[in-house]
């Protein structure tokens, strides 16, 4: 049996014929044409060296699967992952009470099924909450863990391969949560999610959380006119203010290192507003600041590296020592690109990201919007609940820290570029072009936007 792992933890096992019988489906379903190709049967026992080179073909199978958009959004697709999820931890079909936090850690109890998937428990939890239907899309569930300070480190937004109380209670440990935030990342959404109570009440309680955790930067008159606004209950004038702060819509990751501008760098990444946030500290000590747009990524990729045991083969301690890499190519000046490395255990999170404000660009430009109409299931999987719960409001803000460190500009503004006659660039560390997220938003770039 192969283990598929999601962000470095084991999702599911599978067998070589139960991934054959998945490939066959999509085939029948999209024409081979559309299916990539799946390492082929073999006669005779596998050596090891062939047992490797098969994995090795799987994995590359599955992400190039999960990587496509109509076959990665297949229900034949993520049904046999959700339904080997299940099988291999155990975890028998029966309904639980599964518990959801706010922001403002504030907890909700839904009645769910053990085999709910992600939409379903979102629409449980929306539907507690008195949520309205058209309003479900502009949120999401989070696996978060709880750090001592009572923060919460982000691990992945939770898909619709997964089932969520699965997810969670396979991992064995407290710390691990869900949580629901918005899952937008323009802020001229804001004012679809304010039109009602409950959106407003979920969007304050969000805000004030950031600003508690330092999320959102503010400075001494900025914060007294918040905690006035909180005192007069003014939510929404409390979000328009918020909406003008530094960092304000965005996700900070923990600490971690970075290539950039020299090797070995910590960094602090935000993710907001169309781009990565750096803050950074030189060798130097010095701390400097800086962004890179998602418009000039071309593309970006994840990578995880195991180091070789010293020990017997199977001495590893194994999970602790993947380490994952988030590189992305960026456009730094006329026709000048280059890679940036990100080390840090969220890169899968830091990824889907990316991916999502590119969608969320290419569905603005098209015309399009994010308001997902509500779907009711037929088969009756999703029991809606009597008894409403009212998002409570959060105490009021502390005073802001006055040891946060003043940043410096990283770089002054870009020249305009031109892109015509950019060749794919061939640094020594490139991969197969498989490899790669390519990025749907950098085509449209003209000078214009720099």
């Known amino acids: 049996a192969y283990n ?18 998945l ?20 006669i005779f026992t596998l050596t090891p060296a062939e047992v490797e080179q098969r994995r090795e073909q799987l994995e590359k199978y599955m992400q190039a699967v999960r990587q496509d958009p109509t076959l990665g959004a297949s229900e034949t697709f993520n049904s046999f992952l959700r339904k080997a999820q299940q099988e291999t931890q155990q975890i028998p079909t029966e309904e639980v009470v599964l518990e959801v936090l706010l922001s403002n850690g504030q ?10 998937q992600t939409e379903d428990v979102l629409e449980a939890v929306a539907s507690k909450l008195d949520l309205p239907d058209d309003l479900v899309g502009y949120f999401s569930l989070f696996l978060v863990r709880e750090t001592k300070d009572g923060a919460f480190s982000f691990v992945r937004k939770l898909q619709e391969f997964e089932l ?53 930067l503010v400075n001494k008159e900025q914060h007294r006119q918040l905690k006035s606004l909180q005192e007069k209950v003014s939510k929404k004038e409390f979000i328009r203010l918020a909406q003008t702060l530094k960092y304000y819509g965005y996700l900070k990751f923990d600490p971690c290192v970075t290539d950039f501008p020299e090797k ?18 030189l060798p130097s000590e010095q701390m400097k600041e800086g962004s890179f747009k998602v418009t000039r990524m071309r593309c970006w990729r994840v990578t995880s590296s195991v180091p070789m045991s010293n020990g017997p083969s199977g001495t590893s301690s ?35 990201c990316l991916q ?90 003209g000078d214009e936007d720099l």
């Open 4 to 21: 598929i792992h999601v962000n470095g933890v084991l999702h599911c096992r599978v067998r070589y014929s139960q991934l054959l019988g």
């Open 23 to 42: 490939h066959e489906q999509l085939r029948k379903e999209y024409g081979a044409n559309v299916v990539p190709a799946f390492p082929p049967k073999k």
């Open 107 to 116: 907890k909700v109890k839904v009645t769910i099924l053990t085999s709910d």
């Open 164 to 216: 969520p109380y699965v997810s969670v209670t396979s991992l064995r440990s407290a710390d691990f949560r869900i949580i629901l935030r918005k899952s937008y990342w323009d802020s001229s959404y804001d004012d679809d999610v304010m039109e009602h109570r409950v959106g407003l009440n979920l969007l304050y309680a969000q805000t004030v959380s950031d600003i508690e955790h330092g999320w959102i």
């Open 264 to 281: 070995g760098c910590h960094v602090v990444v935000s993710a907001g507003n169309n781009e990565l946030n750096f803050q950074v500290r």
């Open 318 to 352: 194994g999970k602790s020592e993947v380490k994952l890499e988030l590189a992305f190519e960026y456009l730094m000046g006329k026709d000048r690109l280059q890679w940036v490395t990100i080390t840090s255990p969220q890169a899968i999170m830091l990824s889907i």
């Open 356 to 445: 999502s404000m590119v969608d969320e660009l290419m569905v603005k430009k098209s015309g399009g919007s994010i308001r997902k109409m509500f779907r009711r299931r037929v088969n009756g999987a999703l029991r809606r609940s009597d008894s409403q719960q009212a998002v409570k409001s959060p105490p009021l803000l502390d005073s802001p820290d006055a040891s946060r460190e003043p940043m410096a500009k990283l770089s002054s503004k870009l020249t305009s570029v031109s892109l015509r006659g950019i060749s794919h660039s061939s640094s020594a560390n490139d991969v197969g072009a498989n490899d790669f997220h390519g990025n749907y938003a950098f085509e449209g770039i």
